[in-house]
C-alpha cells in the first residue's frame, strides 16, 4: 500500500495572512469585539486602588458613610465589567463562527480546484483533518488567542501606568521581567511552528490510516494483512502520541519560564517598594 502524499501545511505568515483577510472582512465586528473586552480588562484595573481605599477607610476607623463611595464604585465596575464582558463574548462569538464559515468554504473551493490525482494521493484521512482539526485550531486562536492577547497587553500596559503614578521606580522594577519575557517568546516561537505542524500532520497520517484500514476491511482480510494494517495503525497513533507530548513539554517549559519572569518582576516590586 502506498504512503499517502499529505497536501502542504501553510506556513505561520501564511496562516496569519489568511486570519487577518478573516478578520477584515468583519473588521467592524472584530475592532467592538476587541474594544469591548479591552474596555472590561481596563474597568478590571480599577478594582484594586478603591479596594485599597476601602481597607484605608476601615483601618482610619471612619464610618460606614465614608466607605459608600467606594463600594459603590466598586459595585459599578464589578458591573460595568460583566456587562463588557459578556457583550464582547456574544460579539466574538459571532465574529469567530462567521470566520470559521468562511474558512471552509475557501477549503472546500480550494479542494475542489485541486486535480483529482492530487486529492487521491493525499487521502481522505488527511482531507478530512484538514477540514475539522485544523479549522478548530484556526477558530481557537479567533476565539480565544487574539482577545486574550489583546487583554493581556492592555492590562500590562495599565499595570506599568499605575505602577508609574505611584512611584516611576516600581514601574522600572516591573520592567525587570521584561527581558526574560521577550526571550521566552522568542524561544518559544522558534519551537512552536515545528511542533505544531508534525502534530497536524500526525493526525492527518494517522486519519487516512484508520480510513484505509476501516473502508478496506474486506480485502485486507482477504489477503491476511490483518497484523500489517494493525502495525500500520499503531505506528501512526504512537506518532500523534509522541507528538502531542512534544507540544505538553513545549508549553510546560513556556509557562514555566513565564513564571520564572513573573517572579523576577514581582520580587523587584516588592524590593522596591521595601526600600522607598
Known amino acids: 500500500m502506498t504512503e499517502p502524499a499529505l497536501l502542504p501545511t501553510a506556513t505561520p505568515a501564511r496562516t496569519g495572512a489568511v486570519v487577518w483577510q478573516l478578520l477584515r472582512a468583519h473588521r467592524l465586528l472584530a475592532a467592538g469585539t476587541l474594544a469591548a473586552l479591552g474596555a472590561g480588562a481596563g474597568l478590571s484595573v480599577l478594582a484594586a486602588p478603591l479596594l485599597g481605599d476601602i481597607v484605608d477607610l476601615v483601618v482610619a476607623g471612619r464610618g460606614l458613610g ?15 465589567q460583566g456587562l463588557l464582558s459578556a457583550i464582547g463574548i456574544a460579539w466574538l462569538t459571532r465574529l469567530g463562527e462567521g470566520a470559521l464559515a468562511q474558512l471552509r468554504e475557501r477549503f472546500v473551493d480550494h479542494a475542489l480546484s485541486l486535480p483529482l490525482e492530487r486529492l487521491e494521493l493525499a487521502g481522505t484521512g488527511d482531507l478530512s483533518a484538514r477540514i475539522t482539526e485544523d479549522v478548530s485550531e ?3 486562536a ?3 488567542a ?5 487583554r493581556a497587553v492592555l492590562l500590562i500596559a495599565l499595570t506599568l501606568v499605575g505602577l508609574g503614578a505611584l512611584d516611576w521606580r516600581f514601574a522600572l522594577a516591573a520592567l525587570l521581567a521584561a527581558p526574560v519575557q521577550v526571550l521566552t517568546a522568542r524561544w518559544y516561537l522558534r519551537r512552536s511552528a515545528p511542533v505544531y505542524r508534525d502534530e497536524r ?3 492527518g ?14 480485502t485486507v482480510r482477504a489477503l491476511g494483512l490483518q497484523t500489517d494494517q494493525l502495525e500500520r495503525v499503531r505506528d501512526r497513533s504512537e506518532r500523534v502520541v509522541g507528538v502531542s507530548l512534544r507540544v505538553v513539554d513545549l508549553h510546560a517549559r513556556f509557562f514555566g519560564q513565564l513564571n520564572a519572569a513573573e517572579c523576577i518582576g514581582l520580587s523587584a516590586v516588592l524590593t522596591a517598594g521595601l526600600l522607598l
Open 66 to 80: 465614608a466607605l459608600s463611595r467606594p463600594v459603590g464604585l466598586l459595585a459599578l465596575v464589578g458591573l460595568g
Open 138 to 140: 484556526v477558530g481557537e
Open 142 to 144: 479567533l476565539r480565544n
Open 146 to 150: 487574539l482577545p486574550d492577547f489583546a
Open 201 to 203: 500532520e500526525a493526525v
Open 205 to 218: 497520517q494517522q486519519r487516512q490510516q484508520l480510513l484505509e484500514t476501516v473502508g478496506g476491511a474486506d
